[in-house]
């Protein structure tokens, strides 16, 4: 079975400070692909950003960079210099590969609550 | 190009009534997926469909059912509806349903179920 834990549940940060949320996760496959999501007051859930199991690059987009190390099955998100319009909920999340129980399917961590103060 | 689209945005029923939701994904996107909100037990994955099959099912009672349409809108049903169905219930979209796809998700439907 998989699982993402999302260790803080709650982070409050002043603008411009950067933040970084933190994702373990527990899968038996080898192939998998991680996520992070972002869902604001209205309540929808928007894509930030995709990892693959076999890449271990890890990238900056704009203000966004992640850390993905296979070693520690850890998948953290960094915001740099934050702003108030990044106070939303936060999702980890995994799923599996083609023709696994899992596939198509997300599982997701608890969230972190991010409010970032003016 | 159109979000997509869940309807009603809030329901409120009684427990024993039944609900339909209504998902509209993004044009061009085969594959539906819905998922339930709750504080206590977070996002759970409910069901994906493609091509008017269900590919894939959680871990839900049988009182929770989905379809899809042809043209890729979806509908998922809860019977006999039970205080702890209330709930965000979130739909997502994408081309194909695979793994390594992002999902545009829709607004919710918020239940409450008194």
């Known amino acids: 079975a998989q699982k993402v834990t999302q260790a803080q549940t709650e982070i409050s940060v002043v603008e411009k400070e950067d933040v970084t949320l933190d994702c373990v996760y527990e899968?038996?496959?080898?192939?998998?692909?991680l996520f992070w999501y972002k869902q604001p007051p209205s309540g929808e859930l928007v894509f930030l950003i995709r990892r693959n199991s076999f890449d271990e690059q890890n990238e900056i987009s704009g203000r966004y960079s992640w850390n993905f190390q296979k070693s520690t099955s850890s998948f953290n998100f960094t915001i740099t210099a934050s702003q108030v319009v990044d106070s939303a909920v936060y999702f980890c999340a995994l799923s599996g590969p083609a023709g696994g129980t899992s596939y198509g399917k997300l599982t997701f961590g608890q969230g972190t609550i991010l409010t970032v103060h003016p | 190009k159109a979000g997509v689209t869940q309807t009603p945005r809030y329901l409120i029923k009684t427990r024993g009534q039944q609900v339909t939701l209504s998902c509209s994904p993004i044009?061009?996107?085969?594959?539906v997926s819905w998922y339930q909100q709750t504080p206590g037990q977070g996002l759970q994955f409910l069901f994906e469909y493609f091509s008017e099959t269900q590919r894939n099912k959680g871990n839900f009672p049988g009182r929770f059912s989905g379809r899809q349409f042809s043209n890729s809108r979806s509908e998922m049903n809860v019977s006999t509806l039970e205080l702890g169905d209330s709930a965000l219930y979130l739909c997502?979209?994408?081309?194909?349903?695979?793994?390594?796809?992002?999902?545009?998700f829709g607004s919710g439907t918020q239940l409450s179920v008194l």
């Open positions: 997502a979209s994408s081309l194909q349903g695979g793994s390594n796809e992002k999902l545009f």
């Open positions: 044009s061009g996107h085969r594959s």
């Open positions: 899968t038996r496959d080898t192939t998998y692909y």
